[in-house]
């Protein structure tokens, strides 16, 4: 999956509100009824969750990303928010789309990182699901 910003990001990291180092980051599977069409005006978990996924092997408020690392690119010019891929076993939990937000006590203080469209709705009915995000799950710079 590529991912892309929620432009509020810029904010959140410009206020202190995420740390990419120091805290967990989460991965959120959202229903194909969630609006990204809208993603600029989401700046919080609370903003999204009411499009949560629900279904066994998957848990309310998402699941940590494995081994995270926040670092610079020198060959791209960029800084970039990597992980593992994040692996759900027996995922029962119908989704089409993935946020990214770091954890912060409460939906309404938890700041949003990113997301990604899988372009189609996947209803994974217990199989194992991995989840790997191309380029890293946050780029800040260059594009091409």
Known sequence: MISRPYPQVFAHLG???????????????LTDAYPAADADEHAWYADIEAYESAGPGYVH???ALP???FGYDDD????????????????????????????????????????????QDNDPAGDTITLIFAGGVLRLGPTA
């Open 15 to 29: 206020l202190a509100r995420v740390s990419l180092e120091l805290f967990a980051v989460n991965a959120l599977l």
């Open 61 to 63: 408020g998402g699941l």
């Open 67 to 69: 081994n995270t690392a």
């Open 76 to 119: 791209l010019g960029r800084a970039v928010l990597s992980s593992d891929p994040l692996v759900i076993d027996d995922a029962g939990a119908p989704f089409r789309y993935v946020a990214v937000y770091q954890p912060a006590g409460t939906p309404a203080d938890s700041p949003l990182i990113a997301y990604a469209d899988t372009v």
